[in-house]
């Protein structure tokens, strides 16, 4: 696995991880603290998704 594709897995796991602390979380603030993290997990993965294709095309 090369290194994107390692920064690729640990964006997807961070994303899930949050996303299971919003939803468990019973404290409002925390909640949406978490559901905004994950959102920004979720797009560093979409931008390493383009990067890696970017990578293999060239």
């Known amino acids: 696995m090369t290194e994107l594709e390692n ?3 640990r964006f997807e ?3 899930a991880e949050c996303e299971l602390i919003a939803r468990l979380a019973t404290d409002s603030t925390k909640r949406e603290f ?3 993290l994950s959102e920004r997990y979720r797009q560093l ?3 390493m998704r383009q990067a ?3 990578q293999a095309a060239a």
Do not use: F, G
Request: proline share 0%; aromatic share 6%; no cysteine.
């Open 7 to 9: 920064r690729l897995e």
């Open 13 to 15: 796991t961070l994303t």
């Open 34 to 36: 978490y559901l905004k």
């Open 45 to 47: 993965a979409v931008d």
């Open 52 to 54: 890696i294709a970017s």
